[in-house]
C-alpha cells in the first residue's frame, strides 16, 4: 500500500505547475464551496425576516433574464466565431457577463425567499439550480481559455452542454414558482394530457361546492405562493386538508367563523395593505369569489355540500357574449370632471370605449341616493356595472335602473332595498351579477328574476329570502 506521503506526492502532480493557476483553482473551489453551503448558513426555515431583504430580493425576476440571455448568447458566439474569428473575444466577455449575472441573480433570489419567508420543494429545487447553475458558468469560464488554445478540445463543449441543461431546469423551476406548475398543462388538448400525464395533479373530481368553486379559485390565485412548490407562511391550499391545516399565522378557515377565518380576512384587505392578499401585485379577487368564499365559510366549509343557501350559480348555459356599447367619447370631460371631485366616479373598464364604463360610489356611499343616481342616466347607454353597495339608494332607484340596458353586473347589497319593484330590472338582458346581500328582499318578490335567463349569480346572505334560494350546480 502506497504511504500517506506517496499519495499526496501523486495528487500533487495533478495540479497545475503554475502558482497563479493552483492559486485561481482553489480560490474556485473555496467559492464553490461557499455557494453549496449557503443554504446551510442560512436555512429557508419558512419564515420571513427582514424588509430590506425582501426589498431588494424583489429585483429577482427582473434581474434573472440577464444571466439567461447571455448564457444562451455564449454558443451562438461560438459558432459564429468558426467563421468570423473577432466573435472569439465577444463570447469570452458575454461569458464573464453570464458569470456576473448569474451571481447577482442568486444572491437577489436567495434574498427573495429567505426573506419572504418562502419554502417548499419548488423553492428548494429553483434555489440549487441557481447555485449548480452559478458554478458551473464559473467552470466554463475558466475551461474557456485551455479549448480556445487547443489544449483541451472536449472540455469546454461539454460543460456548455451541462450549463444549458442546468439554465433549462432552473428557468422551469421559476416559471413554475411564478405560473403555478400546471402552466404549461393547463390547456394541453385532452388526447395529449391522456398521452403525457402531465395535467395538474389533485385536481377536484368530487361534485361539492368547494371541488367545482373553492378549490378552483385558490387554484388559480392563491397556489403558485401556497402549493407544494411554493410555502409561504408555511400555508397550503392547494388541497382541502392543507386549507384546514392553516399555516404560521394561525388558521386559514374556521368552519362558521368569517372573522377567525385568515384566508378570508386577508382577500377583504384594502389592496394597499401589507396584509392583502393575492400578493406581489396580484390582482384582486372578484367579488363573486370572495362571497363564493364567505358563504362556504359561514356555512361549515363543508368538503362534501354541493350546495349553499344564498347563492344562485346557473351553469347550464354559458354567459352571453358581451355586447358592446357606444362612444362614450364625446361626455369624456364630463367623466374627467367626476374624477376630480368628490362624488361618484365613471371608471373606463378599458382604453376602448366600447367596453363601457362602472359607476362606482365606493369614495361616497354612505350620501349617494335615488336622486344622484338619476343624474347619471345620460350615461346610461355605456354604463355596465354599476356598484352601488351600502348607498342610501331605495326602491324608487328601479325606475332609473331599468334604464341602464347594457348593464352586467348590479351591487346593491346593504342598501334600503325592498325588493318591491324587482321586476323593473326585467329590461336588463345582459344582467349576470346581482348582489342583494344584506337587504330585506323576501321570496315573494325574486319571482320576477326567474324570467332572467342570463342572470347567473345571485347573492341573497342575511336576507329574508336566503332559505329558498340555494346554489344551482348542475
Known amino acids: 500500500m502506497k504511504t500517506v506521503k506517496e499519495l499526496a506526492a501523486h495528487v500533487k502532480t495533478w495540479l497545475p505547475k503554475s502558482e497563479a493557476t493552483r492559486t485561481l483553482l482553489l480560490s474556485t473551489a473555496g467559492f464553490s464551496i461557499a455557494l453549496l453551503l449557503l443554504p446551510v448558513f442560512f436555512h429557508l426555515d419558512g419564515k420571513a425576516h427582514a424588509d430590506w431583504e425582501q426589498f431588494l430580493g424583489r429585483f429577482h425576476p427582473l434581474a434573472v433574464h440577464l444571466p439567461i440571455g447571455f448564457l444562451l448568447l ?115 388538448p385532452a388526447p395529449l394530457k391522456r398521452l403525457l400525464p402531465m395535467g395538474p395533479a389533485g385536481a377536484p373530481t368530487a361534485s361539492s361546492f368547494y371541488a367545482k368553486h373553492i378549490n378552483p379559485i385558490l387554484d388559480e390565485n392563491c397556489v403558485a405562493c401556497h402549493g407544494e412548490g411554493k410555502v409561504k407562511g408555511g400555508l397550503r391550499l392547494d388541497s382541502y386538508a392543507a386549507v384546514m391545516r392553516g399555516g404560521a399565522d394561525g388558521p386559514a378557515v374556521v368552519p362558521g367563523d368569517v372573522a377567525r377565518s385568515l384566508l378570508l380576512v386577508r382577500i377583504t384587505l384594502p389592496p394597499d395593505h401589507k396584509q392583502f392578499m393575492p400578493a406581489e401585485g396580484k390582482p384582486p379577487l372578484k367579488p363573486e369569489e370572495i362571497a363564493w368564499i364567505r358563504a362556504w365559510i359561514q356555512q361549515g366549509a363543508s368538503p362534501t355540500a354541493t350546495t349553499l343557501a344564498g347563492i344562485s350559480i346557473r351553469e347550464a348555459s354559458p354567459d352571453p357574449p358581451l355586447q358592446p356599447v357606444g362612444d362614450y367619447s364625446a361626455l369624456m370631460p364630463d367623466i374627467r370632471q367626476m374624477e376630480q371631485g368628490q362624488g361618484a366616479k365613471l371608471i373606463p373598464v378599458s382604453s376602448k370605449p366600447s367596453d363601457g364604463l362602472i359607476l362606482s360610489t365606493v369614495n361616497i356611499s354612505a350620501n349617494f341616493n335615488d336622486a344622484q343616481l338619476a343624474q347619471f342616466l345620460k ?90 334560494f340555494v346554489a344551482e350546480t348542475k
Not at 106 to 117: E, I, N, P, T
Not at 449 to 463: E, P, V, W
Open 379 to 468: 350615461f346610461a347607454p355605456y354604463l355596465v356595472e354599476a356598484e352601488l353597495g351600502r348607498t342610501a339608494i331605495t326602491n324608487a332607484s328601479f325606475d332609473t335602473l331599468a334604464k341602464f340596458t347594457h348593464l352586467r353586473a348590479l351591487h346593491l347589497e346593504g342598501t334600503a332595498i325592498t325588493g318591491e319593484g324587482l321586476a323593473k330590472l326585467a329590461p336588463l338582458t345582459q344582467l349576470t351579477y346581482l348582489n342583494l346581500s344584506g337587504t330585506k328582499v323576501s321570496q315573494a318578490s325574486l319571482a320576477p328574476l326567474n324570467s332572467m335567463k342570463n342572470l347567473r349569480h345571485i347573492y341573497l346572505y342575511n336576507t329574508p329570502a336566503q332559505p329558498a
Open 74 to 188: 455564449v454558443p451562438v458566439l461560438e459558432y459564429a466565431a468558426r467563421t468570423k474569428p473577432a466573435l472569439k473575444e465577444a463570447s469570452d466577455f458575454v461569458l464573464t457577463l453570464a458569470f456576473a449575472a448569474c451571481l447577482g441573480s442568486l444572491l437577489l433570489g436567495y434574498m427573495l425567499a429567505y426573506g419572504a419567508g418562502d419554502a417548499g420543494e419548488g423553492v428548494t429545487r429553483h434555489m440549487w439550480g441557481g447555485i449548480v447553475l452559478t458554478v458551473v458558468t464559473l467552470v466554463c469560464l475558466l475551461a474557456r481559455p485551455a479549448w480556445a488554445s487547443g489544449a483541451q478540445p472536449f472540455a469546454y463543449p461539454a460543460l456548455m452542454v451541462c450549463m444549458l441543461a442546468v439554465l433549462t431546469f432552473t428557468a422551469h423551476q421559476g416559471g413554475s414558482l411564478t405560473h403555478g406548475s400546471n402552466y404549461l398543462t393547463a390547456y394541453m
